[in-house]
């Protein structure tokens, strides 16, 4: 589904301003709504740096000037979607551009930490817009469960579980989960 070019510049300037707000976590854009969602906890922050340090160790020889970054948004005008995953892989240089958020052919993985507030929203919107945009990976990661599920291209046909403990394939990259934890 695509939102008309208006209806979309309106939602992105109210995400902006909304962004700025003390105590609001981020702004996402998706089914024309602006969607809050809630600061992250130390363990959904821990997930994404352990997993970040394992797939920057391996870029350099996958992929080089490429990097596992957390914090950026990820935007498609088309599809009137701007998201911002726990973490995505890209070149490195897709952060010199003045952008305000990353195109979804920069990306090659996006990652998402599934949060106890609103663990659909990881499990379906964020699967048909992360495949529609055409992001060749999706990992999800849910310390609720202790389990994850690779997503794979085309359109995500390919979907592989995993329970936290699993050495487990994210495309060329391996990732070790024995060191995620669950939510306490």
Known sequence: MS????EYTRLRMTAGQ????????????????????LPPTGRHELAVIR????????????????IAHPGADLEDTGLGRLRN???MVFAGKALESDQPALLPHEVLL?????????PENDYHGKVRD????????????????????????????????FVFGDTVAVGPWTLDTGGLLTYA
């Open 3 to 6: 939102l008309d070019p208006a």
């Open 18 to 37: 909304l962004s700025h707000v003390p105590g609001v976590g981020r702004a996402e854009i998706a089914d024309g709504a602006v969607r809050l969602t």
């Open 51 to 66: 997993i970040a340090r394992q797939l920057n160790a391996q870029l350099p020889r996958t992929h080089p000037g490429h």
């Open 85 to 87: 995953p726990d973490l």
């Open 110 to 118: 996006a990652v998402e930490i599934v949060s106890r507030s609103n």
């Open 130 to 161: 992360y495949a529609a945009m055409g992001i060749p990976f999706y990992l999800i990661v849910d310390p609720r469960t202790g389990t994850g599920i690779v997503h794979a291209e085309p359109g995500y046909t390919s979907r592989k579980e």
